[in-house]
């Protein structure tokens, strides 16, 4: 049953996110990490173990000159306390969207609202609500995983099964180096 209202909760949050991508459709513009000043993170705060690795993006963006900010989401219903946002860390639990995902904390929408230049989506399986933040965001260049939402992402990196953010990391900012680079 809960399956059920989970799928048409979906479905609901989805039309809702179609018709406001349509009203307010974001600017799309090529980046790498030469063109780019600013950067949003998005990323699966559930595993504590991910917060290296976003804390080792960030140092290697602020050495491009990239001023980057991350927000983790944690599936749960309520925060710990081990998370605390500051100017470079918001998080976001399932109890700050409402029943179907609309974002209820300022900090979130602050995040979703900032026509970031490159927007990493840093996760190995993609909970609805990560695809939502994604799908909202005004940035103008997104770069995950492939498979997870190619409706989501500008630029997109093909990993095998066993690898994990660490390696989505380190390959998107390669490419990105690469990238109009000649």
Do not use: W
Not at 2 to 10: A, G, L, M, P, W
Not at 33 to 45: E, M, N, V
């Amino acid at each position: 049953m809960s399956n059920f209202i989970t799928q048409i909760r979906e479905k609901i949050a989805l039309y809702k996110l179609e018709s406001q991508l349509k009203k307010e459709p974001r600017k799309k513009r090529l980046h790498n990490l030469k063109t780019a000043s600013t950067a949003g993170i998005i990323y699966d705060a559930t595993n504590e173990a991910n917060h290296k690795i976003i804390k080792e993006l960030i140092k290697e963006l602020k050495e491009e000159s990239i001023t980057a900010e991350a927000l983790g989401f944690i599936d749960k219903k309520k925060r710990d306390d081990n998370y605390i946002g500051d100017r470079t860390y918001s998080f976001a639990c399932r109890n700050d969207f409402s029943f179907f995902y609309s974002i209820k904390k300022e900090a979130i929408q602050a995040f979703i609202d900032k026509p970031f230049n490159l927007l990493f989506v840093l996760v190995d399986e993609q909970p609805f609500a990560i695809d939502y933040l994604g799908q909202l965001s005004k940035a103008e260049f997104k770069a995950g995983k492939a498979g997870l939402d190619n409706d989501l992402y500008d630029f997109m990196i093909e990993l095998n099964e066993s690898s994990g953010i660490a390696e989505l990391k380190k390959q998107i900012i390669h490419y990105l180096k690469l990238l109009n680079n000649h």
